[in-house]
């Protein structure tokens, strides 16, 4: 197995509506996929209630008048139990920010970004002691990097 020289996540950006969400969605269905907020409580979530979420935040942004003081957020982790271990994805929004007159400016069309690491970490055991070594997710976890072709070409 060869080891990734670089460390990073492969990442989709989209602006979809929420019916085309929920088609993304089904994609998970059929492969037992938790949706986890990403808060100390780590709450758990149904794909209806993340289709809900991801509905607020859209209508937020397509709506002809903000909610003042409000800034909308969408971040979960989905999480799979596939390839005998666990994976996941990440899922947040994406606006671009950048400093304007000592305070964050924020774009306001954000995107949101499915991402995936590109490699997982495995644990051994030896005679100094525990040691990690990262390996190419496309070799541990081959379905899971077969959904992220999918999720891609949708």
């Known amino acids: 197995m060869s080891r990734l020289t670089n460390s990073g996540f492969y990442k989709i950006k989209f602006w979809i509506t929420p019916e085309e ?4 969605l089904e994609l998970f269905k059929d492969r037992e996929a938790s949706f986890v ?5 780590q709450t758990s979530y149904d794909k209806q209630q993340v289709l809900q979420a991801y509905e607020q ?11 003042a003081d409000y800034f ?10 596939m390839d005998q271990g666990m994976a996941g994805f990440f899922v947040r929004n ?10 964050w400016a924020v774009d306001e069309l954000p995107s949101i ?3 995936l690491p590109k490699d997982i970490r495995i644990q051994a055991e030896s005679g100094e ?13 081959p379905s ?3 959904l992220y072709e999918e999720l891609e070409r949708d």
């Open 21 to 24: 969400w929920g088609e993304i």
């Open 37 to 41: 907020s990403t808060n100390y409580a």
């Open 57 to 67: 935040f859209y209508d937020y942004y397509v709506a002809n008048e903000k909610v």
């Open 72 to 81: 909308p957020h969408f971040v979960y982790s989905i999480v799979l139990a």
């Open 94 to 103: 994406e606006g671009i920010s950048f400093p304007y007159r000592e305070q």
């Open 113 to 115: 970004m499915i991402s």
């Open 129 to 141: 002691g525990t040691e990690y070594t990262y390996e190419d997710i496309r070799e541990q976890r």
């Open 144 to 146: 899971i990097y077969k």
